[in-house]
Each structure stands twice: as C-alpha cells, then as structure tokens.
C-alpha cells in the first residue's frame, strides 16, 4: 500500500509538473506571438498554435478535436484538427452535467420545483432521508456519494429502478447534506427523478419539451446507456455546434427560438454561484488531475487556476465557468473576456484535462481575439424583416420562400414560426413544411438573424391552406346499370 501510495503521488507531482510547464510556456509563446491588432492576424495566429498543439502528444494524446469559439458582438472562430467537425455527434461524458441542470432549471422558473424541493417530497421510496433538497443535488453536496453500477450498466429500462439503488446504497453511508462535496453521477439522476415525478413526464419528453420552446440542441440527445434510462450526468450525443449555441444562449441569457429569456435572471445567478459554500471536497477531479481548487455551481465548475491547495478557492464568480467531459471535451465561457467556446474531443477516458490543456496553450490568443469587440463597435442593427409567400403544393405540404434580409454585418440564418410557434431555423431563403393535415389552414412568420444574434421584426402573416386530401372515405354509390336483359 505504501509503494502504491508513493506511486501515485509521483504520478501526481509528475502530471501537475507537465501541466505547469505546458500552460506557462505556451502561454508565455503566444504573448509573443499574438500581438497584432488586426483580427485577421490573430485568428491566424490561433490557427498557428493549435495546428503545433494537435501535434503535442505532451498536451493531448488525440489529434482530432474542433474549436468553436463566439464573441460578444457575434464572430466566431472555428479550427478541425483531424477526424473532427463542428456537426459530428460526441459522446458527452460529464459535459452533460451543464445542460441538464440548466434543463431542470427551467422547470423551476416554470413552478414545478424550487431548489428547496425535497426528495422526499416527490419520491415515494425516498423515507430515510428528509433533508436532501434540489439545491443539493444540483451542487453535488447532497452526500449521495457512493455510485452503483446501474449508473453504467443497468439492468432494467426503467429510470426509477437505478434511483431507488442510489437510495439503497447510500442509505448508510451518506454524508450529511450540505458538507461534502463529490463529483459524482448520483445527485442529477435523483435531480432527474424529481423533475420526472413534479411534470408527471419522462425525461425525454421534458427534454424535448426544452428542445421545441428554446430552439436548443437540436441535433442532441440523452440516450446513454439507453433514451428510456439514461445517465443525466454523462449520457448525452451532441454536436459542437448545438452545444456552442447552448453556450452562447446562457450567456446571453436568450433563447434561440424566440429571443426571450431563458432563465430568470435569480435562477441565471444562481447556476453560475459557488454552490459548495463551505462543504470540504471529498473528491474532485480538478484537484486530483490539475491540482487546483475549483468551486460548483449547479452543473458547472467556477474555475480558479491560483488555487492550489486543497479547499483553497478564493476566486469568486463571474470568471470562468465550465463542463469538461472525460473525453477531453472542455465547454465554458469567460464573463471576463465575453465569450464562449468548447473544445469538442473523443479522446480516451479520464483525459479530460487535456481538452484544458488544449485551451490553455492559445488562451492568451483567445482572449485578445475576443476582446476585439472593444476595438471593433458591437452590432445592435437587426436585420431588415424579410417578405414572405406561403404556397400549398399538396394535401400534406406548404412552401414557402421569402425575400433576402441585408445587414450590416451579414444574415446568418431565417427562423420560422407557424401559427405562432416557432418550428425552425434555415440559412436558405425557402422552406418546404411537410407531413401537414389536408384542408387545414396554417400561418407562417419568418425573421432574420445575425451574427450577433439581432433579429429582425417578424414578417406579415402569411396563411396558405393545404389541398384536400385525396384517399378519404367515398360515399358516392355508382350509377345505377341500364339496358338489363333477362335471360
């Protein structure tokens, strides 16, 4: 036990050594190199590191990864490396953790909870314990430590089941609510059950649900280990792009679908709070890979690199937030410098300090290029409204096609409404809206966004009514013969 103690503390010298000397080095480089004032050059420079650091196997052991980055004023930076792209689907690992607070947030907002909901309040089984609540679990201090294997591998479809074992094994051995702090799977899947049993819905249809009214992750999906039980803490699909877009949504706190808020603003402040208050770490995988000291919010890290020591955070809020995966896929945005960005990965597991280390070798770049907006004059221009046609081609089907917007700073998309509702964003200027109800009247809007995420004013309404259908019930008898002979 002493030998295996002594390795692995040599291991972790060894590990925060090599991180020390990757991020002051790189860092100290691309000071050097980043020092032009013109946009262009800076972005070539960016490009320059992260082709060098794809290379390093120092700083990651997988070349492939894409870097989406989004500034304030609406630009956006992206780099492949390898076999990567901003719409390939990636396993989530914990970068799952941010979404899926942000999603039961909403339903707090909604009325359904309040991060003082008790557990024991909402599930039946749950007898043993009355004082885990919401806030909790979302912080990770709920003391519901200790992970059974249904979390990875279940053996039934039914997400209650592996709910009522995280109940069952901790029942014991629990801390108390609110004094530990572990970084663990447990606390959103009963956060998950929760949500379930307030809604009277599953998950996926709450997910759905956030997914049609926000605009979000469209391409996504919890279906890990299984779409009927998945694990919220680590069980998604996403692409870079919806999760870039998910980013960019928190930080400016609108939806994509409508450009309303989407969070209130209490519960916005309180998913980016230091949650762990004075809970001692238990277990963090920050302290044990980077060796430093980053507090929690409700499913996101508050990082602080000047924090070394054990329970030493003293960093504050409103910097840096983050969700890196096991994978190395590394999600966050900077209040500091107004942006946001993720490191998109599939490395192997528990490099998730890698896709870190990734960031941290073009930060300094980063940070220059996303300050650019102090240089160049923030876009608050919408985009002109667009004019609309709305056209029924078939019993099932409407086209539709509209004039171009011009903007300022170029139209980035078109989203469409019917019947008031928004359906879905295009690039083009035409949209055919299938699988319709024959004889049925539908309504259309279009507006215009732009890179800085301005939209338009709706168009006029246009309505179009679908064909009748053609394979109904015929209640027409035919004609009665004539010229009959009897034989």
Known sequence: MKNLLKTTLFQGIITTLVIAIIFFGLTKNSYAICDSNQLSQLEADMTSILNSTAVNTSITTSPDFSVLLKAKDGRSFIYNHGNSSPTKLYESASTSKFPAAVIILTLVDKGYLS???????LISFWIGESDITLRHLLSFTSGLNDEPSCLINPTSTNYEDCVKKIYDQNLITRARPGTSFYYASTHL????????????KTWSEIFSEFKQQTGLFSNSAFDLPMVNNPRLAGGMHWTASDYQEFL??????????????LLSQNTWNELFANQRGSATVSYSPIRSRLNEDWAYGFGNWLECPTARAANS?????????SSPGAYGAYPFIDFDYSYS???ARDGGMSTFHEGVNIFRSFQTCAQKWADYNTILPIDTTPPSVPSLTATAVSSSQINLSWTASTDNGGVTGYKIYRNGTYLTITTSTSYNNTGLT????????????DAAGNESSQSTAKSATTQAGTGGTDTTPPAVPTGVTVI
């Open 341 to 343: 960005g993720i490191i």
């Open 189 to 200: 899947q009963v956060a998950g059950l929760m949500a379930m049993k307030a809604t009277g």
């Open 438 to 449: 024959a004889s049925t009247a539908y309504s259309y809007r279009v507006s215009a966004v």
């Open 115 to 121: 991060l003082d909901s008790k557990a024991h309040d």
């Open 248 to 261: 960019n949504a928190l930080y400016r706190n609108k939806r994509v679908s409508d450009n309303q808020i």
């Open 313 to 321: 955070y003293n960093c504050g809020v409103g910097h840096r937030n």
